[in-house]
């Protein structure tokens, strides 16, 4: 029979070993499914699929790759799945958009929930029409002000108030496309220097504020929704000390019942360093359906995923007083899929492109980098009427700076600097040179910070990335962008050039 329903439960229709796959998200390894991979989505009938990049070849395969997924669950009977990917936008992304989306932060410097709402809404609607449902994104961490940390530009900003602001109309976005937004990573992660992807991972108690909370219990009363965990340890909200993955104190007692949160819960990937428990993942899985979550990721291994759907069904068999709670579990879950369910086959691309561009997208690109510009360059004169030296990395930002600067400019090339190292040296020594500098690179910003003070006076920095290491009173001036924009070019020779 469908499962396709109203306000009712219908986990109570599916077989245990059905109700256990609807709480996992797999991923698959090609930019098609092997006969291994299909016969496994038949066997496990996984509540979604994640795609990385390492599965999107073109349009064209993409889509094709999505209805196949799709074509599965319906030769099944079976809700259509989630098919979700990380586009965060930034450094972040798995289909290329052209412009590129920027980075959350540098959307977040903007400060302006409009359009941050329709950049959301004209990407989930794009998304959407490629066959996703469910979008790994927005990112709720606050960053530390000034600080370094492995979020960096992936997060809105340092203000709680501003990210809890913007992070509730990126999702407004989404909703409004019927592409399910998912914040990340609860409680909160701005604060940790190490990447729990690579390490183990734990925070002191002093390290973590109750203002880093704010984004997230406004994002909760959003629906539909997800919310992802983090896999860090919060002393100072768990004396436990473990992962906020398996946390009960975390995931059901505040997310679920203090906040009375009705959406998804799910896991980052449970393959994931910071996730792994001495006992092995299949324990991590159970331990994390024990502590709340609605989804367990596992990005990649079907043994694995064999390996944890195997040990589930032992456990629920064992435990059936926890079946009680699994069917809360796949209630939600088949509840999230029914308010962005498609509907309807997916319309093949017109053309075989590997990105796709939509003129709203360009639109709402720069008026993102102008908001910024016009912010960041506010009251600056300093460096007009001089001799200026520019640092690039590509010849296109040369060619293009170059084309609309009014005035001649010396360039250098970072890959060549070794082999211009007595031209450079001798700029240097010139007081009435200045320097733009754009980084885009840990490597340029640590060359940058060797400058003597006496040339770093005269170097307007562009920040094109999250560098705290820059200070802004050891420069002319950090003008702080977050993203390589596609006009940024030719938009800094026309101010500079003013």
Partial sequence: M????????????LSLKEKIGQTFLVGISGTSLTNEETSLLKMLKPGGVILFSRNIKDLTQLVRLNQSIIDIFSSLNLPEPFICLDQEGGRVYRVKFQPSLPSPLAVGKTDNPLIVEELSYESARILRSLGFNMNLSPVLDVLPEGQKSFIGDRSLGSSPDSVTKLGVAYALGHIRARVLPTAKHFPG?????????????NTASGDFSQQELKPFRFFADLSPSAIMLSHIAYPGLDKKRG???FSTQITSELLRKKWGYQGLIMTDDLLMAGAKLTSGVPQAAWQAHLAGSDLVMMTWSLKTQVSVFNYLLSQYQTHKEAQVELNFKVDRVLKSKQQV???QKLRMPAQEKTFIATKNLA?????ILELNLKKEFSGFTSIKNK??????TYDDFKDRFSKAFKKNATFFKY???SLQKELIDNAFQNPKNYYLVPVTTNLIAKWVNTLPTSVKQRTLIIDLSYFPQLKKDSFLKVIQLHHPHTELPNRLAEILSD
Avoid at 363 to 367: A, D, R, V, W
């Fill in 189 to 201: 992660s701005g604060h940790t220097q190490d990447d729990p992807h690579l390490v183990k991972t």
């Fill in 243 to 245: 992962p906020a993955t």
């Fill in 387 to 392: 001799n200026l030296i520019v640092f690039h």
């Fill in 2 to 13: 469908s499962l396709f329903f109203a306000e009712q439960s219908f986990a109570y229709e």
């Fill in 415 to 417: 890959s060549d600097m």
């Fill in 363 to 367: 639109k709402i690109e720069n008026e």
């Fill in 341 to 343: 369910s498609r509907g």
